[in-house]
Every structure is written in C-alpha cells, then in structure tokens.
C-alpha cells in the first residue's frame, strides 16, 4: 500500500504570494490532518477533515484554508504569505472517525523570501 | 490547552541504556499516542495508551498514562543508535492530536 504522498517536496515563494500545497492519503483513509512544524513552535494543528467535511480546525488566521475532495485527497492553501509561515507543513492521514493512528507524509518544506 | 509538553526538551544516552520522557497534557483525552520523527521528516507512529488503560509495552518500548495527573511517560529499553530521534506525545480528543515541541534524544555509540 502506498504511503502517504506530499507534493511538491520542496517550495519557495515571496511574500505576498500564494501557495497550494497537496495531500494524497493512504487508499481506503478518510481523515486528513494537517500540521505546521517550526523549530521554536514544535507541531501546530493546522485544520482536521474527514468526509470532505472540516471537524476541527487550530488557531491560525484566514490565510489558511484546506479542503478535502470526495477521493479523500487534500488541499491546504496559503494566501497572501508571510516570513513566518516558512515551515515544514505535514499532512496525516487515518482510516476512520476516530484519530486512533496518524500516518505522516514527508511534508512539503515552503520558504518564503 | 490539550497540546502535550515533553520533559526533557533533549536527552543523550550511551548506546544500551534506557532513556525516559514524559509528557504533560491539560484537558481530558480518548487516547495519548507516542511519535518518533527522524531529521524533520514525518512521524512515525509508536505506540497509543487509551484514557482507560494505565500501562502498555510494544517491543522495548513501555509507555504509562496517570490521567489523575494528566501525564504520560515513554520508556526506551536497551537503546540503539537507531533510537535517536525526536519523540512526541500526542494527546487526543475532538478529532485532533495535539504535540508539543518534543524531546530529542541522542544515542551515544
């Protein structure tokens, strides 16, 4: 079984600019969590979807948005970027309604100059 | 917060020792899952202790949940250079798992 798939791996954007960043999850996964990982803030839960259906979302502002597509595949957008949103953003996926067992992808690691 | 802190921020330990963290949480939890992450790449899963269970052992892994305390330890048996890593615990509830900064372990050879 494939793992979970983050494209692209690498990306670098200007401020100001936006960027779509992708998750395919593992076949048969309906839960999609994304997370931002910095060296001073750890892990930061970014938004939860399951079903095409967004269930809990972290504390961050507007600029960040996700869906969630009927393949069980994943967008997160972020718009009019920020230096501080240079991060490793990590997508998770899990078979069903309970967050028994995440499993991570490699992430997509965005510098914003 | 339900966001889980890991004690110590960073841990280094000759090869066969065992190494020990904990993890402090504050709301009630479902469950608390250990992760493993190898030079920024993504998690791996280790092991999961649900709110009603007090102890449990995977390989040489020993993890322990005292929800009157809201904290949970890992315990790594018989480390190896393989073991090193940066470990996080994961409190969950409401759809959401959430970590703390983690603690970096370092297996000396």
């Known amino acids: 079984k494939a793992g979970v798939t983050q494209t692209p791996r690498y990306l670098i954007k200007t401020r100001g600019q936006q960027v779509t960043l992708s998750c395919s999850p593992i076949?048969?996964?309906?839960?999609v969590s994304w997370y931002q990982q910095t060296p001073g803030q750890g892990l930061q839960f970014l938004f939860e979807?399951?079903?095409?259906?967004?269930?809990n979302k972290g504390n961050f502002p507007g600029r960040f948005s996700g869906r969630q597509f009927s393949n069980s595949r994943s967008e997160m957008n972020v718009s009019t970027l920020e230096l501080g949103d240079s991060a490793l953003y990590l997508c998770?996926?899990?078979?069903?309604?309970?967050?028994?067992?995440?499993?991570f992808g490699s992430g997509t690691q965005l510098s914003v100059l | 917060s339900q966001q889980g802190e890991e004690d110590p921020q960073a841990l280094s330990i000759q090869e066969g020792e065992n190494a020990t963290m904990n993890c402090s949480y504050k709301?009630?939890?479902?469950?608390l899952q250990w992760y493993r992450q190898n030079s920024g790449r993504g998690l791996v899963h280790l092991i999961l202790?649900?709110?009603?269970?007090r102890e449990k052992h995977s390989g040489r892994l020993r993890v322990t949940l005292d929800t009157s305390k809201k904290s949970s330890s890992l315990l790594i048996t018989a480390s190896r250079a393989a073991d090193t890593a940066s470990y996080f615990c994961?409190?969950?509830?409401?759809?959401?798992?959430?970590f703390g900064a983690g603690t970096t372990v370092t297996v000396r050879a």
């Open positions: 998770a996926s899990s078979p069903g309604g309970q967050l028994e067992k995440l499993f």
């Open positions: 076949s048969g996964h309906r839960s």
């Open positions: 979807y399951f079903s095409e259906t967004q269930r």
């Open positions: 709301t009630s939890i479902n469950n």
């Open positions: 202790i649900r709110s009603n269970e």
């Open positions: 994961a409190p969950s509830n409401d759809y959401k798992l959430s």
